[in-house]
């Protein structure tokens, strides 16, 4: 039976209430706490996924026998890209790895075609910005800013993120009254086990724009020695084990994980506007797309480390006009992130490059 996806249209995002004061506030609570980083640290680091945990090169082969709707975008037609990755964890300070934490799988997809939205991101990249959990808790403006200013009460994130977890699983009323009971929203996507990252299944969480259509974009694993990863928990975990996973595995073997959709057929139950709400597989199952593989590789190198963090910039709007950002979350993410980057690069007084070609990242 074929199914009947929803029709992109410009007219379907409904700005929210107080939606441009709330992004302003937003911007200006990370931008300070941000700041506070750079003052214990003396080096800007990211305000959101500032944790590296390796950088990787790899290739992008979207698949030669695509139906019709799935041809859309930078998938219209069959093609091999080069990519760059990065694994990272959430949070946007450096903490130890004993903490549990969501982790961000980032894949920038180089010299794509198609026409580009209308801003100020340079070159012709398409980047693509996962989490290893399908919704975000704090799927609205609204929930967003409840959730910096809790926050911003607690000094120590490590330890409130371990907090929130136990709340959640006392049913504490002040949790949910911050998050709400959203379907498929949880607190797994503030904090979670310590399990291989390698092995995750990642997610846009945020709906975006896929050609004709509405999509969400994930990322997993396909490989036999990635799947094998998916679930095992790391034990005796130190400050910089997921980065030790991840050199690990890449010095002496390749990967291969599989790029798919799962595009909107109802948005009342597959809404843009609140990422916490999870859509539904059997409703609109996850469709195969193209396949991400990489080879074995100093993953983490010195001259890659301080390129991947100092000079590489990832942006879910540095994007063709077909894989637009969609909602509430995504248009916060259009102003934070370049607050974000801009300040990053003036206070490391490095300047700002979008790369054209893998020669450009360092081995």
Known sequence: MEIDYVRWSPDLEVLQPDEARLTDEIVSQMGAANLAAFDRHRHAIRDAHAKSHGFLKGRLRVHDDLPAHLRQGIFAEPATYDVIARLSSAPGDIHSDEVPAPRGFAIKILDVPGARLAGDEPGRNQDFLMVNFPVLAFGTVQKYKKMLGLLEKNANAPDFFQRMVAAAARGAEDVVEVFGREPGATLQGLARDNANLLGETYHTQGALRFGDYIGKISLAPASKNVRALTGRIIKDVDFSAMRDLVVDFFRDQGAEYTLRVQLATDLDRMPIENAAVQWDEESSPQQSLASLTFEAQDAFSPARRVYGDDVLHFNPWQCVEAHQ?????????RAAYAASTLRRHEL????????????????
């Open 325 to 333: 950002p969609l909602g509430s979350i995504n248009r916060i993410r």
């Open 348 to 363: 490391n007084a490095v300047e700002r490059h979008e790369p054209a070609t893998l020669d450009e990242i360092p081995d």
